[in-house]
Antibody
């Protein structure tokens, strides 16, 4: 059974960089059929796709966040990461990592989510 | 403001059928398949329907999806109290950006 687990600081100061890592276990990260993505959910609000990355490192980002986002993948450690710079309070959210089907974009496997608060 | 429009809420009594709509455009639902997610408070979303009308293993056949033009629908028949949750539609656009609807909170009366 594939499992994903987010990790990183739960509190980030305004204007600093949010950094999260997702560790994949129970399966391979090297699969051409899937992308590895980040989705966030502000408290009490809906889901927002942040971006996706293939195991080869090809990435795509949400147009609204593109200028502040960078994703990377480390196949040796079966991890992929998210960096979001210049954060503000509006970036406070639960951040989920997920495995997305490359063509259907459906996400069967999700991490449990990690709450990241932006506050001084 | 989500590109995919869902009603913020829906309600029905146990045993009834409820339908949740998701309205998009020709550049998203009109040309790509739709997925539906179910989310309970404090938990990650769960894939309910993929590729318009396919159910992952373990999802009851009470849940069904359909599309017509630039809209999609999720139907839940034989509604049960445990179906009370938030439901999200999702697809992608011509630029391969993943899109989510704003979500619909389903209340079982």
């Amino acid at each position: 059974q594939l499992q994903l687990q987010e990790s990183g600081p739960g509190l980030v100061r305004p204007s600093e960089t949010l950094s999260l890592t997702c560790t994949v276990s129970g399966g391979s990260i090297k699969n051409v059929v899937y992308l590895w993505g980040w989705i966030r959910q502000p408290p009490g609000k809906g889901l927002e796709w942040i971006g996706s990355i293939s195991y080869t490192g090809t990435s795509s980002y949400s147009p609204s966040l593109k200028s502040r986002v960078a994703m990377s993948v480390d196949t040796s450690y079966k991890q992929f990461s998210l960096k979001l710079n210049s954060v503000t309070a509006t970036d406070t959210a639960i951040y989920y990592c997920a495995r997305l089907h490359k063509t259907m974009t459906s996400a069967l496997y999700w991490g449990q989510g990690i709450l990241v608060s932006v506050s001084s | 403001q989500s590109v995919l429009t869902q009603p913020p809420s829906a309600s029905a009594t146990p045993g009834q059928t409820v339908t949740i709509s998701c309205s998009g455009s020709s550049s998203n639902i009109g040309s790509n398949s739709v997925n539906w997610y179910q989310q309970f408070p404090g938990t990650a979303p769960k894939l309910l329907i993929y590729n318009n009308d396919q159910r992952p293993s373990g999802v009851p056949d009470r849940f069904s999806g359909s599309t017509s033009g630039t809209s999609a629908s999720l139907a839940i028949t034989g509604l049960q109290s445990e179906d009370e949750a938030d439901y999200y539609c999702s697809t992608w656009d011509d630029s391969l950006n993943v899109l989510f609807g704003g979500g619909t909170k389903l209340t079982v009366l």
